[in-house]
């Protein structure tokens, strides 16, 4: 294989071009957009189509804890669902695993970074709270938990699809239901997972998450988006992650909450005392969730049908894309206990042939408007 258009780790670069093996596909690299020490993303190109797509790529050698499988198999699990990028090939090649998927636009994380105030209108978070609802109702529906539900893994869709918000990176998701599907029981300890911001209380103490923690996290995820930072954002998470598990506490009651829900509407205190009233094994009111979020809207003559601040707002989009990673998806402990962890054990439908690469002689296309943090 030629040394063309890669990198001093072997990934492709802008111009390389690669075969999906036993077929006629042939996608080109456009332009990196994210680069990590063992994943890439790019924006690639189909060759006969010239539909743009995002693509991610894994190092197959040296990679501490591979994620690829998994972001692979809940696209497969999701499938012409909507709001979940469609997935459109996986294979892998000498070097690397890589996943072909419909190309989104820019984060919520991002978005809501570019507001003045770091906050949403009420209209627009109202809505997005109502869509990302419904994509974890989706998720759990089809046996998967997130474990790292925060606006970065949202995104909005691309031109047309601007007013769809997707859900994304599912790095971290594990299947919580067995073949029957009955909810499979909590370990005695678990690797606390996700974003320190935004996971779940229960995550803090090492314990197993269930389809509650994501809406736990989706909860966090909609005060943010209501008012802005959360109390707890200026703790650094890797040094006092117990310092973040205690103020989430503290919440629960008394002045503490008092002050947390101020101006935000008071359906999102009902909201948290339904989600602690809810247990593991427990399947969540998401219907009960989805009414005290329209009651809201009701409340504030808010009639979800109001425009997105994003919508008809390139400006905005544009300068998303310059705002700077925010809560990037990490582990939160040192490491995971593969062994305990039964994904990973699972097999991913990657072609088992090493895909043909060959390099492209022309230069490559103008960088994609709106690219993914996919």
Not at 109 to 129: K, V, Y
Not at 226 to 253: F, N, Q, T
Not at 260 to 286: C, H, M, S, W
Request: aromatic residues 8%; glycine residues 6%; hydrophobic residues 35%.
């Amino acid at each position: 294989m030629s040394g063309k258009h890669r990198d001093s780790r072997g990934m492709p670069e802008a111009g390389f071009i690669i075969e999906h093996q036993n077929s006629d596909q042939k996608w080109k690299v456009l332009r990196n957009i994210y680069s990590g020490p063992f994943s890439d993303v790019y924006v690639v190109e189909d060759e006969i189509t010239r539909e743009k797509y995002a693509m991610k790529c894994e190092r197959q050698e040296g990679n501490s804890r591979p994620v690829l499988k998994l972001d692979v198999m809940v696209l497969m699990a999701t499938k012409g669902i909507e709001g979940f990028p469609r997935f459109v090939a996986a294979g892998r090649t000498d070097i690397y695993r890589y996943c072909i998927m419909q190309l989104v636009g820019p984060d919520l994380g991002r978005l809501r970074r570019t507001r003045p105030e770091r906050r949403f209108s009420l209209p627009t978070a109202l809505q997005i709270m109502q869509q990302t609802l419904r994509r974890l109702e989706d998720l759990h529906n089809c046996g998967w938990l997130c474990r790292d539900v925060k606006a970065p893994n949202f995104a909005i869709g691309n031109k047309d699809n601007e007013m769809t918000v997707y859900m994304l990176d599912f790095g971290f998701a594990r299947k919580f239901v067995d073949k029957e599907g009955k909810i499979i029981p909590p370990r005695s300890a678990a690797a606390l997972m996700g974003t320190f911001q935004y996971c779940a209380i229960s995550a803090h103490s090492h314990k197993d998450q269930c389809a509650r923690d994501d809406l736990e996290s989706w909860f966090y995820m909609a005060i943010e988006l209501l008012k802005g930072p959360l109390p707890w954002a200026h703790i650094d998470g890797h040094k006092h992650h117990k310092m973040i598990g205690e103020a989430k506490l503290a919440i629960r009651s008394g002045t503490a909450r008092t002050e947390f829900f101020e101006g935000v509407p008071k359906q999102f205190d009902e909201i948290l005392t339904l989600l602690d009233a809810t247990t593991f094994f427990d399947r969540p009111n998401y219907k009960k969730l989805g009414e005290l979020v329209d009651m809201a809207a009701k409340e504030h003559s808010v009639t979800l049908k109001e425009p997105l601040d994003w919508q008809n707002n390139s400006r905005m989009q544009e300068k998303a894309h310059f705002v700077g990673e925010l809560g990037e998806s990490h582990q939160a402990s040192a490491r995971l206990d593969a062994k305990d962890n039964p994904n990973e054990a699972m097999d991913i439908e990657f072609d088992e042939t090493p895909s043909k690469e060959v390099d492209a002689k022309s230069k490559s296309n103008s960088p994609v408007q709106s690219p993914s943090d996919t």
